[in-house]
């Protein structure tokens, strides 16, 4: 069977590399390493029409979470082995899938100690992504590349302007429970947004242009 250690070290720590090759001849996986994705970090697709299982994972993730991320998209594969579409894509068996999966990397110590500590809080109850969850995402965030330069919907003021990846402009407003609301200039809507969502700043609140 080939091994895709060194490849996959390439984009994760060295050590979880030799599991996660063996996780895909053990499966037959068609694993590819994707272009960046401002929607989504990876995806699952499951075997159809004699394609294989198929999972594919944002080059540009730091490899912290490039790995979780993978872990994420296996659990997805477990899942549809045993159960094919009979569950709910993140129902308990995907969380339990996710958590058994996650164990072995947590025991050979690969990761950093704020990172393993929002590991832990995240797999209480892991959502529908590692990014959804704010605690888990704001400290991966630290292991970018860039993560000192871009700009969140909760560290800029209140009634700033600011605009996001697809060039849509917006004024923040206050925050309700988890999200905060930002009304879209152009059309008046109200949308809730993430406060871990990146922005670019246009004016801050008070008229401060930047």
């Given at each position: 069977?080939?091994?895709?250690?060194?490849?996959?070290?390439?984009?994760?720590?060295?050590?979880?590399?030799?599991?996660?090759?063996?996780?895909?001849?053990?499966?037959?996986?068609?694993?590819?390493?994707?272009?960046?994705?401002?929607?989504?970090?990876?995806?699952?697709?499951?075997?159809?029409?004699?394609?294989?299982?198929?999972?594919s994972v944002?080059?540009?993730?730091n490899?912290?979470?490039?790995?979780?991320?993978?872990?994420?998209e296996?659990?997805?594969?477990?899942?549809?082995?045993?159960?094919?579409?009979?569950?709910?894509?993140?129902?308990?068996?995907?969380?339990?899938?996710?958590?058994?999966?996650?164990?072995?990397f947590?025991?050979?110590?690969?990761f950093?100690?704020?990172?393993?500590?929002?590991?832990?809080?995240?797999?209480?109850?892991p959502?529908?992504?590692?990014?959804?969850?704010?605690?888990?995402?704001?400290?991966?965030?630290?292991?970018?590349?860039?993560?000192?330069?871009?700009?969140?919907?909760?560290?800029?003021p209140t009634n700033?302007?600011?605009?996001?990846?697809?060039?849509?402009?917006?004024?923040?407003?206050?925050?309700?429970?988890?999200?905060y609301?930002?009304?879209?200039?152009?059309?008046?809507?109200?949308?809730?947004?993430?406060?871990?969502?990146?922005?670019?700043?246009?004016k801050?609140?008070?008229?401060?242009?930047k």
């Amino acid at each position: 069977m080939p091994d895709f250690s060194k490849q996959l070290s390439l984009y994760m720590p060295e050590l979880a590399a030799p599991i996660i090759s063996a996780w895909i001849n053990d499966t037959g996986c068609q694993f590819r390493i994707s272009r960046s994705r401002k929607t989504k970090l990876g995806d699952y697709t499951a075997p159809f029409r004699g394609a294989p299982h198929k999972i594919s994972v944002n080059y540009d993730l730091n490899p912290y979470a490039f790995l979780i991320t993978t872990i994420h998209e296996f659990a997805h594969l477990k899942t549809w082995q045993q159960h094919k579409q009979r569950v709910k894509p993140h129902g308990a068996e995907w969380k339990g899938h996710y958590k058994q999966l996650m164990a072995p990397f947590l025991q050979l110590d690969i990761f950093p100690a704020d990172i393993r500590q929002a590991i832990a809080q995240y797999m209480d109850n892991p959502a529908a992504s590692s990014c959804t969850d704010i605690g888990l995402h704001r400290t991966l965030r630290k292991y970018d590349e860039n993560a000192t330069e871009q700009l969140t919907i909760e560290s800029i003021p209140t009634n700033s302007i600011f605009s996001l990846a697809d060039g849509r402009i917006f004024q923040k407003r206050e925050k309700l429970r988890k999200r905060y609301r930002c009304v879209e200039l152009r059309t008046a809507r109200t949308f809730l947004i993430q406060p871990i969502a990146e922005v670019i700043l246009i004016k801050e609140a008070g008229g401060i242009k930047k």
